[in-house]
């Protein structure tokens, strides 16, 4: 069976795209500083430093693919401890690409952004940009093949409030209103992360070698414009607010209208001929939130009985 590492797979777009290898007959390894709480049939988990190259080292042994969705994700977090992200996604980028190419590893896969084209992002988006560089000069001197995967906005189960989508949705479910730090007219591309991770599965394919691919959602969407599906999901009696100065992100992490400003090297659009419809996504969504909802009031009765 062919074998794959994914690095970050206890993650919420890692650990999707593990059960799709699963699926497709892949041999999986999990490789994260966490346990992995859904860990599948014939997956196995290793507890390691993306850093640490002996624990790199032994996780990409005989592996065929290397994922590497391992790293600070969150821009406000990023934006926050710079140092830590060039630690973590720089520095551990480096290590697994050292360990891959000295391995023999036929396809090294790694987790960008469509902010890469973008002014936005703060550190965040630099890291992104010199882990493209150091991947494409990995293929250039040591011939490590690639993909580098660009995704857009990705919604999803098993996402948290770190994930704008979830975070609106839990908010409407719990206090009745949603509130978004900005003027709402910012514009996304919404993808489920069941469509993400199904793509990037299929780019093992030969044909995807050595491209940067863009995974995004078939249609632009304002932000406002998905607050109000939400609330005419949910009977259209939830409060929008909106709040562009107040508690919100640090000043130019997030683009408005659109990413592109830099240009990296041009990057392929992967469109599938079949995806998960937006509002059947977000229903999808609501009802896992709405069951986490439910789960949580018992204990914070009883929190409230013993004050």
Request: glycine share 10%.
């Amino acid at each position: 069976m062919r074998k794959v590492t994914v690095f970050g797979g206890s993650g919420f777009l890692g650990s999707h795209v593990a059960d799709a290898l699963s699926q497709a007959g892949f041999a999986v390894t999990i490789f994260d500083s966490r346990p992995y709480a859904h860990l599948g049939e014939g997956q196995r988990m290793v507890i390691g430093d993306i850093r640490c190259e002996a624990d790199v080292e032994k996780a990409v042994h005989g592996a065929e693919a290397v994922y590497n969705f391992a790293g600070i994700a969150d821009l406000r977090e990023a934006h926050e401890r710079p140092v830590d992200t060039v630690g973590i996604n720089i520095l551990g980028n480096c290590v697994l690409l050292e360990a891959c190419a000295k391995a023999g590893v036929k396809r090294y896969v790694f987790a960008s952004t469509i902010y890469v084209y973008s002014q936005a992002g703060s550190f965040y988006t630099a890291s992104k940009k010199a882990c493209e560089s150091y991947i494409e000069n990995y293929q250039r001197y040591r011939g490590l093949d690639y993909t580098i995967l660009r995704y857009g906005s990705l919604y999803g189960s098993r996402s948290n409030d770190s994930n704008i989508v979830h975070r609106l949705i839990r908010q409407a479910l719990t206090e009745g209103r949603m509130t978004y730090f900005g003027d709402g007219e910012e514009t996304r591309e919404y993808v489920h992360v069941d469509d993400a991770a199904r793509f990037s599965v299929e780019i093992l394919e030969p044909e995807f070698a050595n491209q940067n691919l863009i995974i995004a959602g078939h249609q632009a969407i304002k932000v406002r414009e998905l607050m109000e599906m939400i609330s005419e999901l949910l009977g259209g009696k939830i409060k929008l607010e909106f709040n562009a100065k107040d508690g919100g992100a640090p000043a130019n992490t997030h683009y408005h209208q659109t990413p592109y400003s830099f240009t990296p090297k041009i990057g392929r659009r992967l469109i599938g001929r079949q995806y998960i419809d937006l509002g059947q996504g977000l229903l999808r969504l609501m009802d896992e939130a709405s069951a986490e909802a439910q789960a949580t009031k018992p204990r914070r009765r009883a929190a409230r009985k013993r004050r």
